[in-house]
């Protein structure tokens, strides 16, 4: 609750680049935060950008981090590839305090990224951006019949599904059996 | 046939029912068909469905979701044949979908539908014309389902139709359009309406 009342102070500045008229009022400088990806290449965004992102709002509002905390503690995402981190920060520069409109032209389109992309904006939570994602994933298969969506969509068969079913209980079974065997070895 | 691939059942599954919300209803239809896993995804987003309308004779259903509904017609044969049992295979199936939506007018000052009409032919996916009713049916629990015979000296048992649409069907219509109808009355359900 707390972070919601902090993150709609913190959009407070960004209010009067929306109303040019208001020039007369003191302008406010912007801050700026820092990530980086499994890269490490450390990327500066913009408050306002980033407050696409629930999950890097969250964390700013709970952090309360001042510019040069920010500069020397950058978020990592380890877990993003670097170019897909790329892609992220360059749609929020460019939807900063605009709502994204039903089609977005200003998504990468390279579609073998798609993959990785809708897994960040869905770990970043960026909401617009992954209704967006959702909809370039469906459009592949607009008008497809059941047998184009299988090869489009890689739909393992049935026989597929059950042989990975088998394995992975086997897998599980094996590890239990494993830490089964270290429990008692420690017991020991 | 695009050259794109995109590992659609690797993606979380709150993520895959997201994409599925957003495709149009004959391919959330078509994507069922695919596998077991993808029937039983598309059945948890209980995808509401107005009405479902089967022709028996000359085979087809319709779905009507609303604001777009969709046609299959099964081709039993390349010369107009009808069906001779719900085992019958078809060749081939014409899906045919009905999209509306609203334009303003500002002549008249008013909201008017516009119909967008799309056609598909899709394979038989290897299964008879009961084995089709009853992947449709089992895809989403309609409220309203109708039946229509154009059967001429054929016979089926109503039993049986009815077990393929659904037995919790809130209401379950048949109509015999020609022929002979005494066979129709076998069903002593009375959730059955004639």
């Not at chain 2, 919300?21 to 004959?26: A, C, E, F, L, S």
């Not at chain 2, 029937?39 to 087809?60: C, D, E, F, N």
């Amino acid at each position: 609750m707390s972070s919601t009342e902090q993150g709609t102070s913190s959009a407070a500045p960004a209010e009067p680049t929306t109303a040019p008229e208001s020039a007369a009022a003191p302008e406010v400088p912007e801050s700026f935060y820092y990530v980086h990806g499994k890269d490490k290449v450390v990327h500066k965004v913009s408050a306002g950008a980033l407050q696409h992102s629930a999950l890097i709002h969250g964390m700013i509002s709970n952090l309360g981090y001042t510019e040069e905390q920010a500069k020397a503690n950058p978020f990592p995402f380890e877990n993003i590839d670097g170019d897909i981190l790329q892609m992220v920060v360059d749609w929020c520069n460019q939807h900063k305090g605009k709502p994204t409109p039903p089609e977005d032209t200003n998504l990468p389109k390279q579609k073998e990224k798609l993959f990785d992309l809708v897994l960040a904006v869905n770990y970043l939570e960026i909401k617009e951006l992954l209704t967006y994602c959702c909809k370039q994933v469906a459009m592949m298969v607009k008008g497809k019949s059941p047998e184009e969506i299988r090869e489009i969509w890689m739909i393992p068969t049935d026989a597929e599904d059950e042989a990975a079913e088998k394995e992975a209980k086997k897998r599980a079974g094996k590890e239990a059996a494993g830490e089964t065997a270290a429990a008692a070895g420690d017991a020991k | 046939m695009t050259n794109q691939k995109f590992p659609f059942q690797r993606l979380p599954n709150d993520l895959c029912s997201m994409v599925l919300k957003t495709v149009d209803p004959h391919e959330i239809i078509a994507y069922p068909f695919t596998s077991k896993k993808a029937l039983s995804m598309v059945r948890s987003l209980h995808i509401p469905i107005k009405k479902t309308k089967i022709k028996i004779g000359w085979p087809s259903i319709y779905l009507d979701f609303g604001e777009s509904n969709v046609l299959f017609n099964w081709k039993m044969g390349n010369n107009e044949e009808g069906m001779t049992s719900f085992d019958d295979i078809p060749i081939s199936v014409d899906v045919t979908t009905r999209k509306k939506s609203l334009t303003f007018d500002f002549l008249t000052m008013q909201f008017w539908p516009i119909f967008e009409t799309t056609s598909f032919t899709w394979s038989n996916q290897e299964k008879s014309i009961v084995e089709w009713v009853k992947h449709l049916c089992s895809i989403s629990r309609c409220e309203r389902y109708e039946a229509e015979f154009q059967i001429g000296k054929l016979r089926f048992d109503l039993q049986s139709l009815q077990d393929t649409f659904t037995a919790s069907a809130a209401s379950f219509t048949c109509r015999v359009a020609s022929g002979d109808d005494e066979g129709f009355l076998l069903s002593p359900n009375p959730g059955l309406r004639f």
